[in-house]
């Protein structure tokens, strides 16, 4: 079955510290790869996509994420975290373009930052 | 410009009710989806419209119903609300059914269903 995976459902890191999110997705195909990011009670903001090209891609906030089409990964990274990177960060993917907006979640990684 | 807008914020509801929650698109953007996020869970996608036809029914039961206006803007509609239909419901919008290059989230509306 096609699924999404973040394998880890919390993580604590020390300011200034870096930080890696792990993605995993089952697909039979390259599925366009999104990260974001919610706050406690608010919408999704838009860190970074993959569609196509270089597989290492930058986002907002100082977010970075690599493709691996080997491990089926999209992990996502921060050199050094802030406290205000603090929230509940998701994976997702579509099946390109003929799937229209139909985007399939992980269950999520919540960020906790440590002063 | 204004993004993506939700009504209400919040609503309280009780068992057997019905509800109706608003979204508004991005000024320009012709496709509106719609998501559910469970607490502690990741968002599930409902239905997505297009140019006001149903591009896109996630599994979800037909309690669950939406429609789409010429402007545009969008309803998603439940039925009979059990309590496991307390959620946030999200609405996103996009320029086109495939756009997602330009997909933007709205900050949702959270049913709470007592």
């Known amino acids: 079955a096609q699924s999404v995976t973040q394998p880890d459902i919390h993580i604590t890191v020390s300011e200034g510290a870096s930080l890696e999110l792990r993605c995993n997705y089952s697909?039979?195909?390259?599925?366009?790869l999104f990260w974001y990011v919610q706050s406690p009670g608010q919408g999704l903001q838009l860190l970074l996509k993959?569609?196509?090209?270089?597989?290492l891609v930058q986002g907002i906030k100082g977010f970075e994420a690599e493709f691996k089409r080997s491990q089926s990964s999209f992990n996502l990274r921060k050199p050094s975290v802030h406290w205000s990177d603090a929230a509940e960060y998701f994976c997702?993917?579509?099946?390109?373009?003929?799937?229209?907006?139909?985007?399939?979640f992980g269950g999520g990684t919540r960020v906790l930052v440590k002063p | 410009d204004a993004g993506v807008t939700q009504s209400p914020t919040h609503l309280i509801k009780t068992r057997g009710q019905h509800v109706t929650l608003r979204c508004s698109p991005i000024?320009?953007?012709?496709?509106v989806s719609w998501y559910q996020q469970v607490l502690g869970q990741g968002p599930q996608f409902i239905f997505q419209?297009?140019?006001?036809?149903?591009?896109g029914r996630g599994n979800f039961p037909d309690r669950f119903s939406a429609r789409q206006f010429p402007n545009y803007s969008s309803e998603l509609n439940v039925n009979a609300l059990l309590l496991g239909d307390s959620a946030l419901y999200l609405c996103?919008?996009?320029?086109?059914?495939?756009?997602?290059?330009?997909?933007?989230f709205g900050s949702g509306t959270q049913l709470s269903v007592l």
């Open positions: 996103a919008s996009s320029p086109s059914y495939g756009g997602n290059e330009k997909l933007f």
């Open positions: 697909y039979g195909a390259t599925p366009y």
């Open positions: 993959y569609f196509s090209g270089d597989t």
């Open positions: 997702a993917v579509v099946l390109g373009k003929a799937a229209g907006n139909k985007l399939t």
């Open positions: 000024s320009g953007h012709k496709s």
């Open positions: 419209y297009y140019e006001k036809e149903e591009r």
